[in-house]
């Protein structure tokens, strides 16, 4: 195993770099993201395994980025009842304006 934290690696994606910012950045990464990269050693072109991965982090401290889900949008609206509440609520003016430049965006 690979323990020095100063030798060149090939992060597939991102480069040439040193072996300890290769596993600070996967640690930074979506999990499904980290599991999908790849480690080459420079040296040999030899791919680092995952678990080989993991250890390093640990035995340096980093710890892996939390698994953040992205939050549900708050309403569960359809786009169709979206622009019907916008067309209620524009005044009749804007309306016109708006037709008559879909009309000319429709034409050419």
């Known amino acids: 195993m690979t323990s020095d934290p100063e030798e060149s690696v090939r992060l597939q994606g991102y480069g040439e770099m040193t072996l300890r910012t290769a596993v600070e950045t996967l640690m930074r990464l979506a999990p499904r993201e980290r599991w ?53 609520e524009a005044p009749l003016p804007s309306l016109m304006v708006a037709f008559l430049v879909g009309v000319l965006v429709a034409r050419r």
């Open 36 to 88: 999908e990269a790849a480690v080459f050693r420079v040296r040999d072109d030899v791919r680092l395994a995952q678990s080989e991965i993991a250890e390093l982090a640990s035995s340096w401290g980093i710890e892996p980025a939390p698994n953040v889900r992205s939050p549900r949008p708050a309403s569960e609206q359809h786009w169709p009842d979206i622009v019907r509440g916008m067309v209620r």
